[in-house]
């Protein structure tokens, strides 16, 4: 619907430290840093809030209790301010840090011990070791570009391990993976290769009706997925936000970036989701199961429709006309298509499908999903000529 589903932020939480202090001074180890990794060690607080829904995941997927959870979300942001200060203080000496233990302990690693010993005395933990975390991520970087020139096929990820002081490059063939580490010319005293324990996969699949988030603050719905050139996205409600703005999935990850936004006047949009994710030709039931998508030919005014959206989940009802003209207060829009299928806010930009055809996203209406309504869609024929896209069909 048009008002979009804004985040709930409703169980405050302690004060923690979650603005850094500004650093500054020599990065040699000469004690010079020693008032910046003070300051940097007692960063000021502010208030922080959390969602109720993010509260009850991590009691039940930590293992917390209510108030466990707040302490360790408090213990976090403060770990968070502390890391992000030490890290301007330390300079090239920073080696990243960590945090450990119920109580979110933060560990900081450095390899100059002077600057360990002042950590340590102003009420820090702290560890010397031998390689900053800029040789680590230099060395993972000379990994990263070697993969253009070949295929590293029996080593299926390297990663920077913090708290080994080292890069991690898992194996499946041992062989195999030192030959590609002589052509890729790393320096071998960075790196330690381990039996590889995972053979990752994407597990990112976009599906119409699915919820995500705009720049944290306001939740809508795909509407259907697409390609361009290849490259995967989705097509949503123009007033879902803006080209620039930040989509993200429910569990916070990142899909991508909008990068085209028409409302009023139209009202759809489309957003270029990163490389990890897979336009599927799907739409979700919200009942365990999807449609599948296998066109987008339009239905006729008496024909059923159904709706999949993220607040009220998979209703139906039939089309009622075509080319109709909807002035919202935010302004007018064109060229929507009337139904009698119920939606309420956070629906919008979802999917209306007709058998398997792709029909339109969710635009705006009256009503709800208790007392039923009208609800108009934006046509997706018009959105897919607008951006140059291909609906995901199978």
Not at 100 to 126: C, F, K, Y
Not at 257 to 268: E, H, I, K, L, V
Not at 310 to 333: I, K, L, M, P, R
Request: aromatic share 6%; with cysteine.
């Amino acid at each position: 619907m048009l008002r979009i589903r804004a985040l709930a932020a409703a169980c405050a939480l302690a004060a923690v430290a979650l603005a850094a202090a500004p650093a500054s001074g020599a990065t040699t180890g000469t004690g010079a840093d020693e008032p910046s990794i003070a300051a940097a060690l007692a960063a000021p607080t502010r208030p922080v809030a959390a969602s109720p829904a993010l509260l009850h995941a991590m009691q039940r997927d930590l293992g917390l209790s209510p108030q466990a959870a707040i302490d360790r979300l408090a213990e976090e942001g403060r770990a968070t301010a502390v890391q992000s200060a030490l890290r301007q203080a330390l300079g090239d000496r920073w080696a990243g840090a960590w945090v450990s233990g119920p109580d979110a302990t933060l560990t900081v690693a450095t390899t100059d011990a002077s600057a360990a010993r002042e950590i340590t005395a102003h009420g820090g933990t702290a560890t010397v070791v031998r390689h900053s975390l800029a040789a680590l991520d230099g060395a993972k970087d000379v990994l990263d570009h070697a993969v253009a020139a070949t295929t590293p096929e029996a080593t299926p990820l390297w990663y920077v391990d913090v708290t080994g002081n080292t890069v991690v490059v898992q194996s499946t063939d041992t062989g195999r993976t030192e030959a590609f580490l002589r052509q890729a010319g790393v320096d071998r005293g960075l790196v330690r290769v381990e039996r590889a324990a995972e053979t990752p996969r994407p597990l990112a699949d976009l599906h119409g009706g699915d919820a995500y988030y705009i720049d944290g603050a306001a939740r809508c719905s795909i509407g259907f997925p697409v390609t361009s050139n290849g490259q995967p996205g989705f097509v949503s409600a123009g007033h879902c936000g803006q080209p620039g703005s930040n989509a993200t999935a429910s569990d916070g990850s990142s899909i991508g970036t909008f990068q085209g936004s028409t409302f009023p006047g139209n009202d759809y949009s489309w957003v270029q989701a990163d490389s990890s994710w897979t336009a599927q030709p799907q739409v979700s039931d919200y009942a365990g199961g999807a449609v599948t998508v296998s066109g987008s030919t339009e239905t006729p005014i008496g024909g059923s429709i159904c709706r999949s959206g993220s607040t009220t989940g998979w209703h139906c009802g039939t089309v009622q006309e075509f080319n109709a003209t909807v002035n919202y207060a935010e302004g007018t829009v064109y060229g929507l298509t009337r139904t009698d299928v119920c939606a309420e806010p956070g629906d919008s930009g979802g999917s209306f499908i007709s058998g398997s055809q792709a029909q339109g996203v969710t635009s705006g209406g009256s009503g709800d999903c208790t007392s039923g309504g009208t609800t108009y869609f934006q046509p997706v024929n018009p959105i897919l000529q607008s951006y140059g896209l291909t609906l995901a069909t199978a």
